[in-house]
């Protein structure tokens, strides 16, 4: 079973920056791919951003030019730099890993961008 450990959530103010990271444990197999994804009050939840273990990044139209993802593979860690904060990147943040076909995920992680 393949545990997702998340932090670096919080409050921050608009045009501020945050970076999250995520520790996938529990399987001698590292993710295929790693990804953000995130949920705000009363919607859906959407994808932020994926990274395979070996191609390229993925990023939702909302978050390119500010959002970065990258992976530590050694380490099973990814990251999501994101950097000038808008209020409407408020969300519940949410790490995933696919292994072995194997969708799971993290328990989230609380993002606040205030105005």
């Known amino acids: 079973q393949v545990q997702l450990a998340e932090s670096g959530g919080g409050l921050v103010q608009a045009g501020g920056s945050l970076r999250l990271s995520c520790t996938a444990s529990?399987?001698?197999?590292?993710?295929?791919?790693m990804a953000w994804y995130r949920q705000a009050p009363g919607k859906q939840r959407e994808l932020v951003a994926t990274?395979?273990?070996?191609?390229?990044?993925v990023y939702a139209d909302p978050v390119k030019g500010r959002f970065t993802i990258s992976r530590d593979n050694a380490k099973n860690t990814v990251y999501l730099q994101m950097n000038s904060l808008k209020p409407e990147d408020t969300a519940v943040y949410y790490c995933t890993a696919v292994v072995r076909s194997i969708h799971y995920w993290g328990q989230g992680t609380q993002v606040t961008v205030s105005s």
């Open positions: 990274i395979p273990s070996g191609g390229s990044t």
């Open positions: 529990g399987s001698i197999f590292s993710p295929d791919v």
